[in-house]
């Protein structure tokens, strides 16, 4: 399989009000899948055994901020407060046909500025899963 680069990432918040394209000046996106263990460990077992439960997962968006009310400014972020409803996609190695696409509904726990004395500010968005991801190629 060929390589590619991060910089073909492409991620998008899809809200019921606004679908807002977030790639651009973005330096990272982490998706970090989760499940749940139930502990079965019983009676003279002497190591404990678990079995799977529920799936979650977490997602981190990372950027450059970019001022102003258009793209990745002010306007953008806003559709990213806390407890706003959504689904993010991602699209890792653009968005060509046949390349993968994943959407996963997400609550946004709300964009993060970090404002460096001598350096560029970063705004960082955590996401809650919120349901099942999916998994399609691109069309």
Sequence with gaps: MTAYAGSSLVVTWIQAAATTILTGDHKSLTYT???????????????????????????????VMQSGTGSGGTLTYSTLTEGNLGTLRFQPEGTSSPNPKYEVPALSQGAQFSYPYDNVVEVTVNFQQNGARSESPSS
Excluded: C, M, R, W
């Design 33 to 63: 899948p989760s499940i749940s263990f139930y502990d079965q460990t019983a009676g003279a077992d002497t190591h404990k055994s678990y079995i799977s439960g529920v799936k979650d997962g977490s997602l981190t968006f990372n950027a």
